[in-house]
Structures are given as structure tokens and as C-alpha cells.
């Protein structure tokens, strides 16, 4: 397997864990909160599409998803179209409301974006400098791993809730 195949795997496998995180759940589900502090589901799994579509736009120089295709509109959430989530408020949380269809339909198109994006991606251009605010300046591949353990934590997350929220 090559570097390309490996990657597209991956996020293969992130697309799989969302899925399982959210399908057939309610709009009540999904926001259900385990604790007045914790994330729920429709939060985690908008905050880990929204990274990996801001990263990648960014480590690509294409543009996100979020505002060039409407899912911003469409989500219609109270905060800029530039948020992440990083930093968030509790409010801020409890304002990501969206049905499964939606953030599932977010995070797919993402995904085929991702895919597209990494499926060409060559061992030497993992070596790319693709953010220079940081020091050591952030590679292609450190930017992309980083996206990866991210995505692959906050589904994790949110499949913990989602077990918890059933056993309720």
C-alpha cells in the first residue's frame, strides 16, 4: 500500500466510526448531553468535520465545504462561519443541533472531498510545508495525522455518548 492508499483508508475508517455514531438516532439523541460540560454527539461529530474540512482546505489551498457548498446556511448556526468549535462555550455546544441526515450528509461530502484530496498524495509530498505558524512549521503529512487522531477521538467520543445515551 502506498501512502495515498493508506490515507484514504484511514479516513475510510473515520467516515465508518461517524456513521456508527450517529445513524438512527433522534434530533434528541444527538444533543443529549451527559453532563452539563460534556459534548454531544451533533457537537462532536460538526466539530470533527469541521476540522478535517478546514484542514484540508487549508493543506490543499482549496476552499471548505462549509461555505462554498451551503452547509453553513443549512446548519444555520448562531456563531461565524469561520467556527470550529475550538473554544467553545457550554451555550456554544448546546447550539449545535442538526438532525443525523444533516450532519451525516456534512461529514460524507467532506469525506469524498478528503478522499479526492489525499488519494494522490505522493511520499514526497508529505515533506510540504503547509502552516507556518508554528515551530517547527507543520508538514503536509504531521497535518494530516494530526486531522486523523482528532477525527478518530471525538468519534470514539461520541460513539462513549451515544452508549450512554441508549442505556438512559
Do not use: C
Amino acid at each position: 500500500m502506498n501512502s495515498a492508499g493508506l490515507l484514504v483508508d484511514s479516513f475510510g475508517r473515520v467516515r465508518e466510526a461517524v456513521h456508527e455514531a450517529v445513524e438512527g438516532l433522534t434530533d434528541e439523541e444527538l444533543a443529549a448531553r451527559i453532563d452539563p460540560d460534556a459534548n454531544s454527539i451533533a457537537w462532536l461529530v460538526w466539530h470533527l468535520t469541521r476540522i478535517q474540512d478546514d484542514h484540508l482546505a487549508g493543506a490543499f489551498d482549496t476552499e471548505q465545504l462549509w461555505a462554498s457548498d451551503g452547509w453553513a446556511d443549512r446548519f444555520g448556526l448562531p456563531f461565524p462561519k469561520d467556527a470550529t468549535g475550538y473554544g467553545q462555550t457550554r451555550a456554544q455546544v448546546d447550539a449545535v443541533r442538526a438532525p443525523a441526515e444533516l450532519l451525516l450528509g456534512y461529514h460524507d461530502a467532506v469525506h469524498e472531498r478528503s478522499v479526492e484530496l489525499v488519494g494522490t498524495v505522493t511520499n514526497a509530498e508529505l515533506a510540504r510545508v503547509v502552516d507556518t505558524s508554528w515551530d517547527p512549521p507543520v508538514t503536509l503529512g504531521v497535518r494530516l495525522v494530526s486531522v486523523l487522531a482528532d477525527d478518530l477521538q471525538h468519534a470514539g467520543q461520541a460513539a462513549y455518548v451515544r452508549g450512554v445515551v441508549e442505556r438512559r
